[in-house]
């Protein structure tokens, strides 16, 4: 699922002149020498633009921009208007007479630097060549002391042949502090560094203006994308007002969409939803935190789509989080016969978002005229907002069927196959560690070897082991721990990121068998985007590897074996026909593309080997039915979005030159 980066629009304050300089003020004679310091001040921001009429904004939960400037892009700039204050006309009296016209012959600016100068000629009326008058004098000392920038502002003129000529006598402030308006992110200290060169000077609007593009690139390099300088306002004692809006948010809401984007009623509890953000009321805006968020929802399984769109102005900027649901609940029903069991019947039901936070629950029912069997699980996940309460699993199964280690080639004293029998149950207590979710579970399974008829057979017609005890029947206790590290963008269909695990499991010596062993298996997956198919913003060619192995140490039932081949395993082999080790690793590289809609095709290659450790496993099974110990095979698959999941086909070929077609549910890894 692809997720191209949206730029988030921000204002950027800054006129045609360069600088937004309007504050009107008192001139003042009596300044004080310049000191670098910032006085955060609490005052109303000024007006910035609606984000409202901007189209949605999807924040990918995956997307790392190339540069700021992909982020901040400015929208037409915010009108500010100061508030109105009388200021006193230079003129001692006024004039009584007719405002005569005269042609200005020339207009000079004295006091100013040549940057300073170039503002002043763009805030007088008086031009060079134009007529003025005595009122529009008047008027540009008062507009030049109403900008904050001159502590004093004096006209005169010189009568000329063809006119007068105007000279603006001008004092400009020096800097000596600023104050900050509605910043909560942006700290004096920032301040001060991005103004220095202002601090202690003679105000400078080339200087300032570089400073607030300094200052705008400081917001969007740290992620605050929405953030915004609203205006800059010097005063005649030399200080310098800087309002900033910095995209503080304000409501957190909740939008579910069906597939076609209209709105429908959520199954997923808010308050739920709520507990799993980093976003919050009243913080300010981060688009690296937007990201997390969106990667914490994905993670959970339950959504196929989240973007988020923003509504408001900088001021307040309202966050509104748009979930597409997967299917959660499945339910299925059967009949049948076979062998074993005679007449069977089959019920399954899964809610893979039970009460609306994120529990599982798992029922599936097999009765029969001569055995019943079942596997129950309830999870309840870790919930942030009570870290004092770990999430668990429990289960609860019995099973009966042909085991994979002792298929069809290996016979019972009798003929018979080998049916394996197992029951029991376990309890697992997670929780995560900064990035790391970690479990701890106490499990219990009892397995037996039998007949067609139930009867317990600790060998095969060869008088192999089949079980570690000579009962046929074995007890294991064990403890389990593991980590898991999952930094994929999506869990349900992975583009880029990558999902890294490690287990161990300890028996505990008790019960028929007394085994004790060690196992531990460690899993990791890398997805690359390929960028060699464009077919749309939700859908995209993709690298996966995914490397994984494992060893038992100690005592090992030999039914615990590695068993390697199949379609979870190396394609193009039945299950189990590479090898039952007591050692493995697996490799496998996949290439993922969207062929149309929500059918998809890949090219795959596996390998497995069991380190040639089949030979230490109790009655050898890999051994006694020639498994070459190692093989490779590679070919082609489809996979289908279906109401109950990811359907998966693939046709392998073996190195032994045979050939299958295999079916799956879910992605190999």
Known sequence: MRFPVVA??????????????????????????????????????????????????????????????????????????????????????????????????????????????????????????????????????AALLATGSFTDVRATTQTTPAGIKVVYQVQPIVVRSLQLSGAKVLTPAVANDLFKSQLGATINPALIRQSIEQLQQWYAKNGYVLAQVATVRPSNQGVILIEVAEGVVGDVNFRFLDKDSKP????????????????????????????????????????????IALTGDATKANVTYDLTEVPARSINAGGGYNSDNGLVGTISYKDRNFSGINQQLGVSIQAGSRDLQFDTSFSNPFNPSDPNKLGYTINAFRRRGFSQTFDEDIKLPNGDSVRQGQFGGGITFSKPIDQWQTSLGLNYTRTSIRDRS????????????????????????????????????????????????????????????????????????????????????????????????????????????????????????????????????????????????????????????????????????????????????????????????????????????????????????
């Open 8 to 141: 988030i629009y921000t204002l950027v304050a800054l006129t045609t002149c360069g600088l937004p300089l309007q504050a009107f003020a008192q001139p003042n004679t009596n300044q004080k020498p310049a000191s670098d310091y910032v006085v955060p001040v609490d005052e109303t921001t000024a007006p910035v633009n609606a984000i409202s009429n901007s189209p949605s904004v999807v924040v990918p939960a995956a997307a790392t921009p190339t540069s700021s400037s992909t982020l901040v892009q400015a929208q037409t700039p915010a009108q500010l208007t100061p508030p109105p204050v009388n200021v006193p006309s230079t003129s001692t009296k006024p004039s009584t007479q007719k405002d005569v016209q005269v042609t200005a012959t020339d207009v000079q600016v004295v006091g100013a630097a040549n940057e300073l100068q170039q503002f002043i000629k763009n805030t007088i009326t008086t031009k060079s060549g134009s007529a003025t008058s005595k009122s529009q004098i008047d008027r540009d000392v």
């Open 264 to 307: 429908i009623a959520g199954r997923t509890k808010t308050d739920f939803l709520t507990s799993k953000l980093q976003v919050k009321p009243g913080e300010v805006f981060q688009v690296n935190v937007a990201r997390t968020d969106l990667q914490s929802l994905y993670k959970l399984g339950l959504f196929e789509k989240v973007d």
């Open 454 to 669: 139930g009867e317990i057979s600790p060998v095969d017609s060869k008088g192999n082991q089949l079980t570690f005890s000579n009962t046929g029947i074995d007890d294991l206790v064990t403890l389990s721990a593991g980590v898991v590290r999952d930094q994929r963008n999506n869990p349900v269909s992975p583009t880029q990121g990558s999902v890294f695990s490690l287990t161990t499991e300890q028996s505990i010596p008790v019960g028929s068998g007394n085994i004790l062993m060690n196992r531990i298996e460690g899993n990791y997956s890398q997805y690359i985007p390929a960028g060699l198919i464009n077919a749309g913003k939700d859908k995209q060619d993709v690298l996966a590897f995914n490397i994984q192995g494992g060893t038992t140490i100690g005592d090992l039932p030999p039914y615990q074996a590695f068993n390697i081949g199949g379609i979870n395993s190396v394609r193009g082999y039945q299950n189990g026909d590479v090898a039952s080790g007591r050692s493995f690793v697996l490799a496998s590289a996949e290439y993922r593309f969207p062929v149309f809609s929500v059918i998809g095709g890949v090219l795959f290659a596996d390998y497995g080997t069991d380190l040639g450790s089949s030979d230490s496993v109790p009655g050898q099974p890999g051994v006694d039915r020639g498994k070459p110990g190692n093989g490779f095979g590679y070919g082609a698959g489809m996979r289908v979005n279906s109401p109950i999941g990811l359907i998966r086909a693939d046709f392998g070929i073996n190195d032994q030159g045979q050939s299958k077609i295999q079916f799956g549910i879910g992605q190999r890894f």
